[in-house]
C-alpha cells in the first residue's frame, strides 16, 4: 500500500497488525475487512476470498460461524465503530478450513483520524484451552456441590441411627444395642466410598481388572444387605452366569447399586434378572420401569425418581467410564427396568 502511515492512521494500524504475533486485522467503517496479517492466514486455513471483504457476513455464508455468532461479533463491531466502545472483547467459536472448532477471544478497538472512527484492529487470540479448564472447573465445582448436598442428606440418618443406638447402650449397659450402631457406621464408610467415587475423574479411578465370578457377586450384592435388603417375595435369578473382568468392588459397587435400584423402586416382590452376554453385562427386574424420556438423564448425579440424592446410577455410569464402557439404560423384556455395562465382556 502507497500510504503515508505517519498520517493516515489505517496504514499505521496496518503495519502494526502485519507484525503481531496474534491473528488480526483491520475492518474500514463498512464492516470490511481490508488487511489481515499472516498469522491469521495461517492459522485458520481461510482463503482471502473468506478473510477479506464484509466482516461477519462472508465468514458466516461459508459456513465457519454460525448466525448468533455472526450477529454477536456485529453487534460488538458496530459500537466499536459507532464511538461507543474504545475495548470491546467477544467470545466466538470458529469453525478452521481444517473442520476442526476453536474458541477465540477478538479485541476490537478504534482507528480514529481528529476525533473520528475511521476503522477498527482486531486481535485475535486462540483460548479454547482456557476455555475447556473454566469448563472443567465448573462441571469440578458443581460436582462438589452435590456431593456436598448428597453427605449432608445422606449422612444425617446413619450418623442419627448410630447415636441413638450409642445412647441406648450406654444408659443400658446393652451391648447388643451397639451391633445396629455399628450397621450404620458401615453404611456411612460406604456412603463416603461411594462420595470418593463422584468426586474424582473415571480416568483417574484405578481399576484392578481381572475375573470376577458374576454369580457370586450377584449373590453377594442380594444377601450382604449393602445395598437395601430384598423385598418379601424379592427373587433374584442369575442368567448367561459366568466371569466378567473387571474390578472386583467396583463392579461390585455398580452391579449392587442396580439391584438396589430394584429394592426400591420394582414393586413389593421384584423379580430381578442378572446376566453377561455379548453385550454386556445387565440387570433386569419385572417393575413398572421408567420412560423413555427420562433414560437418558437416568445416570446423572442428582436424578431420582424416589426423593433420594440420585446417586445410585450416576455411580454405575462412573464405575462404567472408568472401565471404558458405557450404561445403557432400556426397558427389560418384563416390561421393567433394565440397565447393561456395554463393553463388559466375558472371559473365555
Known sequence: MNRDEGSDPAAHAESVVAALGDGAYVLDPDRNRVFVNDRLRDVTGFSDDVLLGEHPERVVAEGYWNADTGERYREAVERVLAGEADDERVQLTTTLGDGSDVTTETRLTPIER???????VGVIRDITDRVERERELERLNERLERLAGFLSHDLKNPLSVARGYLTLARDTGDLDRLDPAEDALDRIETLIDEALVMARDPETIE?????VDLGALATDCWESGDFGDPPAGATLTV??????????DLLRRALGNLIGNAFDHAGDAPAVRVGVDDRGVYVADDGSGLDADERDAATEFG???GGGTGIGLAIVERVAAAHGWTVEIGESADGGFEARLVGAEPTT
Open 239 to 248: 442368567e448367561e452366569a459366568g466371569s466378567v473382568a473387571a474390578d472386583r
Open 114 to 120: 481528529d476525533g473520528d472512527v475511521v476503522g477498527a
Open 303 to 305: 436424578v431420582s425418581n
Open 207 to 211: 481399576v484392578d481388572r481381572g475375573p
